[in-house]
């Protein structure tokens, strides 16, 4: 079964430092979504790449916040410099096609920020 | 809000009986979908129904959607312990989807 990658699955990290967080998305699924979930907000969107253009980051602290596709197979999200309050577990998804396909989930990478 | 909000946020039953969650929305859709997630997980896409349709079946769930009340439902038929999860119902109004807070099904062995 073809399955979006997430790595790490866990991390914990001190004020200040970056993280990097990596998808691997779906071989031929070509958007890419990034959400945080939280217990206070829920799912929000951060940012989605469609054949690794990007079309919407207006969910993203542009600050701190860094989205990319360097290539078809990746997908990476950055925060510099990470604060206590980005703790979440940051989801990515991939989907073919458009609007009337279903989104495929990482698993996710929970991120702790002390 | 652009959310499917998602109602009852919590629900627990007993093995063996139905599960019914509801989901409101506020403007025209294309589709609506709904997820689970289980507990550390990534979210599970369920079941998709489109805007000119009106009832869905998949196994054990049967979602229905009615775009002139801007509502949907979704139905699991003899609930097990593993369908203990969070329910969600984005809806799609453009290019993208927008997840509510979903519904917290418990159900009790």
């Known amino acids: 079964d073809a399955r979006v990658t997430q790595t790490p699955r866990h991390k914990v990290t001190e004020m200040g430092q970056e993280v990097t967080m990596r998808c691997q998305p779906i071989l031929g699924h070509n958007t890419v979504f990034w959400y945080r979930q939280t ?23 542009k600050d701190r916040f860094s989205a990319e596709m360097p290539d078809a197979t990746l997908a990476t999200l ?37 | 809000s652009q959310q499917g909000e998602e109602d009852p946020q919590a629900l627990s039953i007993q093995e063996g009986e139905n599960a019914t969650m509801n989901c409101s929305y506020k403007t025209s859709i294309n589709n ?46 003899a609930s097990r312990a593993a369908d203990t999860a969070s329910y969600f119902c984005p809806y799609n109004a453009g290019n993208m989807l927008t997840f509510g807070g979903g519904t917290r099904l418990m159900v009790k062995p």
């Open chain 1, 39 to 61: 217990m206070m907000q829920g799912l929000e969107l951060l940012a989605y790449f469609r054949n690794r253009a990007p079309l919407d980051d207006s969910g993203m602290p």
């Open chain 1, 78 to 114: 950055k925060i510099q410099p990470s604060e206590p309050r980005d703790s979440a577990v940051y989801f990515c998804a991939s989907q073919k096609g458009l609007y009337n396909s279903p989104l495929h989930f990482g698993n996710g990478t929970r991120l702790t920020v002390t």
């Open chain 2, 32 to 77: 609506l979908q709904w997820y689970r997630q289980n507990s550390g997980r990534g979210l599970v896409h369920l079941i998709l129904i489109r805007s000119n349709e009106r009832e869905k079946h998949s196994g054990r769930l049967r979602v229905t959607l009615d775009t002139s009340k801007k509502s949907s439902s979704l139905l699991i038929t």
